[in-house]
């Protein structure tokens, strides 16, 4: 993992991940979540997600012109990703995909400046539900989705759900649960 990864990994750790009795959306009881929130709002970590991801998605070989997700926890994953894309001088566009589509005017299910190809990100992958919605609300709209990449994999059969919804796109997650498990003993003196 390079030194950016690394300091990337570092703030999911201090500042995303809590321990306590939690309900998930899926409706399950976790000893742990993942409030990624916490790290794609701030400001130090906010450019190196913006890297990390565009680094992915170049070793996907997916060539996307638009980047996001479900609302709201892709949004400042795919903002992160557009302003760091123009430092590479292949801009990258923006959009945000609703929950429910828009009672008024156009309609829509994705706002923004959607353009195929199209790579959907997401802040946490459990049961892969909310990127699954994303890819479908895409699709319906017309948008070719060239790859997906999560900043997170708890590691419960969400990236495969995922997969199964996407076949034949390129699927990945920048960090496992178990990665974040080991770097937080180690932080911690456990490991």
């Known amino acids: 993992m390079d ?52 680094a992915e998605l170049e070793r996907l070989g997916v060539q996307a012109r638009s980047v996001g997700g479900l609302t709201s926890g892709s949004d400042p994953i795919a903002a992160a990703v557009a302003l760091c894309s123009m430092a590479g001088g292949r801009p990258i566009d923006l959009f945000s995909v609703r929950k429910e589509r828009k009672a008024h005017g156009m309609r829509k299910w994705v706002e923004g400046c959607p353009v195929s190809p199209a790579a959907v990100v997401d802040d946490v992958a459990t049961s892969g539900k909310s990127v699954v919605q994303a890819i479908e609300r895409c699709r319906e709209e017309g948008l070719e989705v060239a790859g997906v990449v999560v900043l997170v994999d708890r590691e419960e059969g969400g990236m495969d759900a995922i997969r199964a919804a996407a076949p034949g796109v390129p699927v990945s997650a920048l960090f496992a649960r178990s990665q974040l498990d080991a770097l937080r003993a180690s932080e911690r003196g456990e490991g």
Request: hydrophobic content about 40%; glycine content about 6%; charged content about 25%.
């Open 3 to 54: 030194s950016q990864r690394h300091l990337l990994a570092k703030h999911l750790v201090q500042r995303s991940y809590v321990r306590g009795d939690f309900v998930l959306a899926s409706g399950r009881r976790s000893e742990y979540y993942f409030d990624c929130r916490l790290t794609t709002c701030f400001a130090e970590a906010m450019p190196l997600i913006g890297r990390a991801f565009l």
